[in-house]
């Protein structure tokens, strides 16, 4: 029977991972109560405790304006985390499961990016979840790398649960109109996860999103609809709302080469977004 150690378990997909990892194998788990990425002989003893034949990393420093002013801790955690993660895998013949972002890209190609584009990171956060991906891939370890984009799910801070409660505050919204790309369910990366780990053929680095596209104000309208709010929603571009860190405007990801991996459709975002509220409704 395989041995699974999946890192991050508190997170938006760290949680999911727990129930679509779970048939797969005796599954271990750490969270940062129980494992801090920052220590890195900590995290070294970890894999060499459990000793798993699969190391799935789903935590890392995603505040993405702070990072701007933390970059050396960012760095710790999206950059030489994983690099350690790498030789420990490496050397217990283990496979590594990654996630890295579209914010590696700089959002100025014209549609969806592929794989192999180049990257060029606008942000601290981009710059560190790339120096992951580039060390993950020098340790010469098998590995997954999925790259996602717009993460939301009932879990944690996210673009969902922030759109759901200022419905229930205010009348007036004004969201970002001119930065597009495709929100991602969490469980849809949990569950695609699990599916590629029963594919052998599997490695290196691949997009997995939802399907179709759309602006944050896009999806601040479809959130907002299903709870049958009837205030006004403007749209802005995003020089109106200036943030820390610079967000690419197209965060278009391919995932052509995982559908065609694995024989799968990854569902539009709207389909995806339905069945998100629905779980959160019989809850
Ligand atoms: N969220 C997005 O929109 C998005 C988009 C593209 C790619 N991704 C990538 O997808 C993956 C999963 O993201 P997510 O949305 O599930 O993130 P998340 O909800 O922020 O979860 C990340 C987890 O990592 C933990 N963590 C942070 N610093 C740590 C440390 N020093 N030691 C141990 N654990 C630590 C966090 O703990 P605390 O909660 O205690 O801080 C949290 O539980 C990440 O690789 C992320 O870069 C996310």
């Known amino acids: 029977m395989h041995k699974l150690l999946l890192i991050g ?42 000793r798993p034949d699969v190391v799935v990393n789903a935590a890392a420093y ?43 890209f700089d959002g100025a190609k014209d549609g969806p990016y592929q794989e192999d584009d180049a990257p060029n990171p606008l942000s601290v956060y981009g710059r560190t979840k790339l120096a992951g991906e580039q060390a993950i891939g020098a340790a010469g370890c098998r590995h997954l790398i999925f790259r996602t984009s717009w993460v939301y799910g009932l879990y944690g801070k996210n673009f969902l649960r922030t759109m759901q409660r200022l419905g229930r505050e205010r009348e007036e919204l004004r969201v970002v109109d001119d930065q597009i790309g495709a ?35 896009g999806f601040a309208a479809a959130i907002l609809a299903a709870q049958n709010w009837s205030g006004r929603l403007s749209p802005i571009p995003a020089s109106a709302y200036p943030l820390p ?19 799968l459709a990854l569902p539009d975002w709207r389909s995806a977004l339905g069945l998100c509220l629905a779980d959160q409704a019989e809850r």
Request: charge should be neutral.
């Open 9 to 50: 378990s508190q997170g938006q997909v760290g949680r999911e991972l727990q129930r679509c990892l779970a048939p797969l194998g005796e599954l271990a788990v750490r969270d940062r109560t129980t494992l801090d990425l920052s220590n890195a002989a900590a995290l070294r003893a970890a894999i060499r405790g459990e």
């Open 62 to 104: 995603t505040a993405v304006d702070q990072a701007e002013q933390e970059p050396a801790l960012a760095l710790r955690i999206n950059g030489e985390a994983p690099a350690v993660m790498a030789e420990e895998a490496k050397k217990l013949g283990a496979l590594l499961v990654h996630y890295s972002t579209d914010y590696v």
């Open 183 to 217: 929100p991602t369910w969490s469980r849809m990366i949990a569950e695609t996860t699990a599916l590629a780990l029963r594919q052998p053929a599997a490695d290196g680095i691949y997009h997995l999103c939802c399907a179709g596209v759309t602006s944050w104000h």
């Open 245 to 263: 860190a610079r967000r690419p405007a197209n965060s278009r990801l391919d995932n052509g080469k995982l559908q065609r991996l694995l024989g």
